[in-house]
């Protein structure tokens, strides 16, 4: 079994990351690994306005969310030929200990007591978080679960918050 996941990049990473992902891929077969775990993320679907389901069609905006994709694309092809289970996780953000980014900016924000700008107001907005250690568990069940094999899983704490409600937990 192999779990994959990718960060943030440019342009100029995008065409040598998707070669080092099919190389992955080939040496994963090699090695005779049973099942690769991909954590992708929900981030291909940037365009929707609509709740996210396992029916949306991905509409990636940014160079990090097509390359999500064209992986996501490439482990389903190349998992065909080579006989690799494949299973996909596409995580909204992650939180727990070590998060980081703004994220991580916003909780000391809100630990201070200081938030610069009026949070308050951005309550209309809902975003999925997921709990790393829900993430985790999900990993884990899909490491061996024999349902599991070549499915796409869209991954929540099924707890949909604005940004006003995330800035009140944080504080």
Not at 64 to 76: A, D, H, Q, T
Not at 124 to 145: A, F, G, Q
Request: some cysteine; overall charge positive; aromatic content about 8%.
């Amino acid at each position: 079994m192999l779990v994959l996941a990718h960060r943030e990049f440019t342009l100029n990473d995008f065409e040598n990351n998707l070669i080092s992902f099919k190389n992955v891929i080939y040496s994963a077969s090699k090695e005779n690994v049973k099942r690769i775990v991909y954590v992708s993320s929900v981030s291909m679907f940037e365009g929707h306005n609509a709740k996210i389901s396992k029916d949306s069609i991905p509409s990636p905006a940014t160079i990090s969310s097509n390359y999500k994709l064209k992986s996501e694309l490439l482990l389903k092809d190349l998992s065909k030929s080579l006989k690799i289970e494949f299973v996909i996780i596409r995580s909204p953000l992650v939180y727990g200990e070590g998060v980081k980014a703004n994220f991580a900016s916003l909780m000391r924000a809100g630990w201070k007591g200081f938030c610069p700008l009026p949070f308050r107001a951005i309550n209309k907005n809902k975003r999925s978080l997921v709990s790393l250690y829900n993430l985790v568990d999900l990993i884990e069940v899909c490491i061996d679960h024999p349902k599991a094999v070549n499915q796409v899983f869209l991954v929540s704490d099924d707890n949909d918050l604005s940004t006003s409600q995330m800035v009140t937990l944080m504080a």
